[in-house]
């Protein structure tokens, strides 16, 4: 199965910073990679498909970049209801895995 | 607007079984592949299981596989896990989420808790 590390395990930044979080897949994923946000006691929201597409109604604060093994998603400014746990996914073989998580938390 | 909402789950004994349901609105219900996945406290998610929009392409993951099974009726719109020879690690929120690949709406979940 394909191995998602997220890095770092939590990002502390001050709000309007910029936060640049890491998801490196075990293999290549090609550009099957999502990205996902989850406030406490919310269900997972995506915001991110094939590694830079923005979900719908997404601002464009948020980008996704990278391909093959190496990708990153991008908070230009962070406001305040950025601060959550954000997952990567691959979508490039079966079984569909999951990062461990990246919590970014004010500063 | 597009509901998903699971039910079923509850505390059950190691060995035990449950029957999870997801029942959804606000979208052809047909047109859509369903998904299974779990988040056991305080951790991470993964994926569990998958079906197509006809029931006919079917996918587990390798901790569930042989005991957990997933069905659909489009005419009710529901999908449901069906969770045999359960395991305390088992133990977490279950969500139904809609999309083939990518998880693109979600339900709030239920929790399955397995402890003797």
């Known amino acids: 199965e394909i191995v998602l590390t997220q890095s770092p395990a939590t990002l502390s930044v001050s709000p309007g910073e910029r936060a640049t979080l890491s998801c490196r897949a075990s293999q290549s994923v090609s550009s099957h990679l999502a990205w996902y946000q989850q406030k406490p006691g919310q269900a997972p929201r995506l915001l991110m498909h094939d590694a830079s597409t923005r979900a719908a109604g997404l601002p464009p604060t948020f980008s996704g970049s990278g391909s093959g093994t190496d990708f990153t998603l991008t908070i230009s400014s962070l406001q305040s209801e950025d601060f959550a746990v954000y997952y990567c996914?691959?979508?490039?073989?079966?079984?569909?895995?999951f990062g461990g998580g990246t919590k970014v938390e004010i500063k | 607007q597009v509901q998903l909402v699971e039910s079923g789950g509850g505390l059950v004994k190691p060995g035990g079984s449950l029957r999870l349901s997801c029942g959804a609105a606000?979208?052809?219900?047909?047109?859509?592949?369903i998904n299974w996945v779990r988040q056991a406290p305080g951790k991470g998610l993964q994926w569990v299981s998958f079906i197509n929009t006809a029931g006919t392409t079917i996918k587990y993951a390798d901790s569930v596989k042989g005991r957990f099974t997933i069905s659909r009726d489009n005419a009710k719109s529901s999908v449901d896990l069906q969770m045999d020879n359960l395991r305390v690690e088992d133990t977490a929120l279950y969500y139904c989420?809609?999309?083939?690949?990518?998880?693109?709406?979600w339900g709030r979940g239920t929790l399955v808790t397995v402890s003797s």
């Open positions: 989420a809609r999309g083939e690949v990518t998880f693109e709406f």
């Open positions: 996914q691959q979508y490039h073989d079966w079984p569909l895995t």
């Open positions: 606000g979208f052809p219900f047909s047109d859509y592949s």
